[in-house]
């Protein structure tokens, strides 16, 4: 069974950059039929998507967040990493990677669902 | 950003039955497989149906869903205090190229 960790600084001052490690076991992250992905959540308030990466290193980034994101993928390592510059008190959240299968219609492909989840991380900007 | 609309909270007594709508638009419901997680607090969310109306594997059938142009429906049916969480819903949205998640719904047994 896919279990997906999440690893990294649980504290960031801000305008630094924020570097996250969602670690994959029990599974192939070479798998070609899934995105891998990353969601935050800040305290009390929703879900935000924030990427995802396939397999040959394609991206996907959320928009609204003005090009301060930045995915990679380590197939030898089995894992994926979350980079966030600039960072402000406002990306204080949650942070949960997470699989998603997906599905192509006419050759456009897009996520279907995500699951598995990570535990999450809690990472709080902050001087 | 939210473009998926949830009502804030839905409550009902045992055994009853809850609706939850999540109301999108032509990109996103209208046009994309939906899907639905349940977040229990301290938790990461899990999947409880995928692609509009089929059930995760371990989740009872009082789970139901439905979709209807560029809105869908979780059905709690036989409802349980363990049924107290935060439900969203999820889909892609072709115009934005991002997923989208629901405003989120806590469901609440009497």
């Known amino acids: 069974q896919v279990q997906l960790q999440e690893s990294g600084p649980g504290l960031v001052k801000p305008s630094q950059t924020l570097s996250l490690i969602c670690t994959v076991s029990?599974?192939?992250?070479?798998?070609?039929?899934?995105?891998w992905t990353w969601v935050r959540q800040s305290a009390g308030k929703g879900l935000e998507w924030l990427g995802h990466i396939y397999i040959d290193g394609k991206r996907n980034y959320n928009p609204s967040l003005t090009n301060r994101v930045s995915l990679s993928i380590d197939r030898s390592k089995n894992l994926f990493s979350l980079k966030l510059n600039s960072v402000t008190a406002a990306d204080t959240a949650v942070y949960y990677c997470a699989r998603e299968p997906f599905v192509c219609t006419y050759g456009v492909c897009y996520p279907n669902w995500l699951e598995p989840w990570g535990q999450g991380t809690l990472v709080t900007v902050s001087s | 950003q939210s473009v998926l609309t949830q009502p804030p909270s839905v409550s009902a007594a045992p055994r009853q039955k809850v609706t939850i709508l999540c109301s999108g638009a032509?990109?996103?419901?209208?046009?994309?497989?939906v899907s639905w997680y349940q977040q229990l607090p301290g938790t990461a969310p899990k999947i409880f149906i995928y692609?509009?109306?089929k059930r995760a594997p371990g989740i009872p059938d009082r789970f139901s869903a439905s979709k209807s142009g560029t809105s869908a429906a979780l059905d709690i049916a036989g409802l349980q205090t363990g049924d107290e969480a935060d439900y969203y819903c999820g889909t892609w949205d072709s115009s934005l190229n991002v997923y989208v998640f629901g405003t989120g719904t806590k469901v609440t047994v009497l």
């Open positions: 692609d509009n109306n």
């Open positions: 029990g599974g192939s992250i070479s798998s070609d039929s899934y995105y």
């Open positions: 032509s990109s996103n419901i209208g046009s994309n497989y």
